[in-house]
């Protein structure tokens, strides 16, 4: 494996801050990773060079339409899209769902089906449980099996009729870090006539994407999440996405992707996106990949993978070693290709809460609560109101800090239940 972290962690400015001489620890990377040097700088270079709306045919605004060209072209490379029209680049993941499930409903009618699931973030239910809310469709919930933490095969095929219409599914879980098998969920949807909309923001700064391969007609995820700005970014199969007429201006362009971006874009912000896909391709190239980008950001996973794996097996087994906490989401050291390095936990008899205030006390970033994952905890039984202690590995994490969490674990936890008895 040629995964240098040295050279890694050098790239992102804010792994050398410290608080009052203390140092950081990023776990709170499932919200949001931090961002290598060259992001900052494409949109400060945008901000101060190129800062023009577009359609004019000044030097500025000629060039703000190449930086907003190359996002959308970036961004197929790494999604593995079969063109740039396919990419549609917005304000975050949710907004640019809300806005698709408002197109997608021009073309249901009362009595239509969709499938939604227990699995997935918030933002992937909500806006199909409003539309069904207002165009009276019927909404069929999809659990996950709790003994795989993935969603199965079987059961979904078990729910779908000729009146289904769309399955909105997650690649990766942003609670349980289950990896879903999307492609042949995807299949058995498409078979049945039903239109498949992936979640993938909590996948992609994890796994390499490959939209054409895995069948499905949408798929969306979240820059911010793979070391980028704060941007969402959806893929839309071309022939899909071209027959439909989405809610815009009269007077805006009927062009692919530009109808369905609606308002000035975020210039600048994608100028740092097209940083994010490149700081990957650069990453597979000091690997030893020299052909094209879409290679290059494949050997950035391949070797990211071997080196994020150890570490979340690292800090599975750690906590295993706590009596009384429960992880939710796989453990087996052989299954753990299918999941993404984020780990929720709780504590017999201790309030999430309680434990990260301590840990962030100590400089130890990371979450608790349900985390948007409305349907999981309620599924497993725990108090949404309290949820889970998240921690979320991202590649420029070391082993070092994975051992110095669980030694701020196993001690905060003992010293809250020695302020119980």
Known sequence: MDFRIDAVRAKFPALSLTDKGRRRIYLDNPAGTQVPQAVADAVSRCLLTTNANLGGFFETTIAAQDIVDEAHLAMADFLGAASPQEVIIGANMTTLTYHMS???GRTMKPGDEIILTRMDHEGNVSPW????????LVVHWLPFDPQSWQLEEAALTRM???????VALNYASNLTGSINRVK?????????GALVYVDAVQFAPHGLIDVQNLGCDFLICSAYKFFGPHMGILWGRLDVVDALQP????CSSNALPERFELGTPQIELMAGLSAAVDYFAELGAAAGEQASRRRKIAKAFEVSIAYENPLAQRLIDGLSDIAGLTIHGITDPKRINERVP???????????????????AENIF???????????VHQLGIPAEQGVVRIGIAHYNTSAEIDETLESVHRVVAMLRQERS
């Open 366 to 376: 990371l979450w608790s609560g349900h985390n948007y994952a409305w349907e999981i």
């Open 184 to 192: 042949a969920l995807t299949g058995i949807a498409r078979q049945a």
């Open 160 to 166: 779908l009729s000729e009146r289904t219409r769309l």
């Open 129 to 136: 449980l409003q539309l069904a809310e207002d165009l009276s």
């Open 342 to 360: 984020t780990v929720s936990f709780t504590v017999e008899g201790i309030v999430p809460e309680t434990i990260v205030r301590q840990m962030n």
């Open 247 to 250: 809610y815009k201006c009269r």
């Open 102 to 104: 408002r197109t997608l």
